[in-house]
């Protein structure tokens, strides 16, 4: 086993959260679930796959993750999403890590699904993102519009061998809802760092996302996946400028 704390924020995530436990059981001691307010069995499901379970308020992703490492026994942090699962290239090239700097942080990339459907392209396809880092070197930013982690300059990024197994979507319904939650989220962030709904960003974002995603960067060779992808790009890029400039109307009246 590692020196390795698995930090994970979960809200009513029983469904899933059981084979991303088991898919980092054999790597350490310590596999922690941050739990925000379930209303399902998340809390018994986590305890029962081997995992300490605290319960905090929800600040936004930045912050609660940082509130959550605190928690952690060990200062090397692998952060993950209940719905992210840990490949056996991945789990191997974790447990192969001698650890011994700290300023070395790492990046992972990601296999992300539609369902079954493995997506190769598109906004999905070449994903990539910093996981596994010493806390006495980095740290969620919490002044930041987009979730960021920020790290000491001396520090220096390599790249794990395997993948995180990212499951987006069960189906199309709950992906619209996961939409609807994450641009809420965001037009919050963006309405308190005064970023502004302009019409071109209300009206033209989303298509330019749709273009994007589906066009340029070859959603289409996904087939029908791809385009569900493409379009829920869209509609997230387009609900979260809608709520942003109802938070603005709100603020005005007010």
């Given at each position: ?138 740290m969620w930013s919490e002044v930041s ?110």
């Open positions: 086993m590692q020196p390795i704390s698995v930090v994970i924020l979960a809200k009513n995530e029983a469904h899933i959260l059981p084979e991303t436990l088991r898919s980092v059981r054999m790597l350490t001691d310590d596999l922690l679930v941050c739990d925000t307010g379930s209303m399902d069995a998340t809390i018994p499901v986590a305890i029962q796959n081997g995992a300490r379970v605290i319960e905090e308020e929800w600040y936004g992703y930045s912050p609660t993750k940082n509130k959550a490492n605190l928690e952690a026994k060990y200062s090397w942090i692998l952060q993950l999403d209940a719905d992210e699962v840990v490949d056996d290239i991945l789990l191997q090239s974790l447990l192969n890590l001698k650890l011994d700097d700290e300023k070395e942080i790492f990046k992972i990339r990601f296999k992300n699904y539609l369902g079954k459907k493995l997506l190769r392209f598109g906004e999905w396809g070449s994903d990539e993102d910093i996981r596994l880092f010493n806390v006495n070197y980095a519009v987009n979730e960021k982690l920020v790290y000491d300059d001396s520090c220096r990024i390599s790249v794990l061998n395997g993948f995180l197994l990212h499951k987006i979507i069960r189906n199309r319904a709950e992906y619209e809802e996961k939409i609807i939650a994450s641009a809420q989220k965001t037009a919050e962030k963006y309405f308190k760092s005064h970023k502004k709904a302009s019409t071109i960003k209300r009206y033209f974002s989303p298509a330019a996302a749709f273009i994007r995603n589906y066009f340029f960067k070859l959603g289409f060779l996904d087939g029908v996946a791809g385009f569900i992808a493409a379009s829920m790009s869209a509609k997230y890029t387009r609900a979260k400028y809608e709520y942003l400039h109802e938070l603005e109307k709100a603020g005005t009246k007010g």
